[in-house]
């Protein structure tokens, strides 16, 4: 399968609203931690294969980031999971 063939796109759920648990810090130190929702991970990680690509850096298959945001959408104190 082609890098072309993978779908990487995710669904938005909307805007999330509130704001996480992971409070910022008087240092700071928490909102070093977030990341943004423009983060991406390649799918193509050998030079040889970037290099040999017929599309821009910016257009090639990507994933998003994961990691904690600063807004979410679910409240925590109201979500149960198990």
Not at 46 to 74: L, T
């Amino acid at each position: 399968m082609s890098p072309d063939q993978i779908f990487t796109e995710i669904q938005s759920l909307g805007e999330p609203r509130i704001s996480s648990p992971l409070v910022k810090s008087s240092k700071d130190t928490f909102s070093k931690r977030f990341v943004s929702d423009n983060r991406r991970i390649q799918i193509q990680t050998e030079i040889a294969e970037v290099e040999d690509a017929s599309v821009p850096v910016n257009a090639m298959p990507s994933f998003e980031q994961a990691g904690p945001r600063e807004k979410i959408y679910f409240d925590p104190s109201k979500v149960k999971c198990a």
